[in-house]
Nanobody, 125 residues
Framework: QVRLVESGGGLVQAGGSLRLSCAAS????????MGWFRQAPGKEREFVAA????????YYAESVKGRFTISRDNAKKTAYLQMNSLKPEDTAVYYC??????????????????WGQGTQVTVSS
């Protein structure tokens, strides 16, 4: 059974930092691209960042570029999202996802096979 478990969310003031983790089990982690998405109340789920299975390629939404960093540790089967200079508009439920692909569009939710349950990030002004 495949499981993706996010952790590290919480309440932080604007300008602060959080580090999200996504622990995977039940799948060959190093064979999967990993992505982070978020969904705010009343809005569609949107792409945040993604990393290729070999961690050599990373992708970011324009809204987080320069503030967020995605990484992975294949030995620990864990993906991370370091979030700095947080803004109130970053408030959302953050989801990690695993996709069995190695090229093409990393921002499309339909390309991902497995999803975590999400972790809440709230940024106060």
């Amino acid at each position: 059974q495949v499981r993706l478990v996010e952790s590290g969310g919480g309440l932080v003031q604007a300008g602060g930092s959080l580090r999200l983790s996504c622990a995977a089990s039940g799948l060959p982690f190093s064979s999967y691209a990993m992505g982070w998405f978020r969904q705010a109340p009343g809005k569609e789920r949107e792409f945040v960042a993604a990393i290729s299975r070999s961690d050599s390629l990373t992708y970011y939404a324009e809204s987080v570029k320069g503030r967020f960093t995605i990484s992975r540790d294949n030995a620990k089967k864990t993906a991370y999202l370091q979030m700095n200079s947080l803004k109130p508009e970053d408030t959302a439920v953050y989801y990690c996802a695993a996709g069995y692909f190695y090229s093409g569009t990393y921002s499309d939710t339909r390309r991902y096979d497995y999803w975590g349950q999400g972790t809440q990030v709230t940024v106060s002004s």
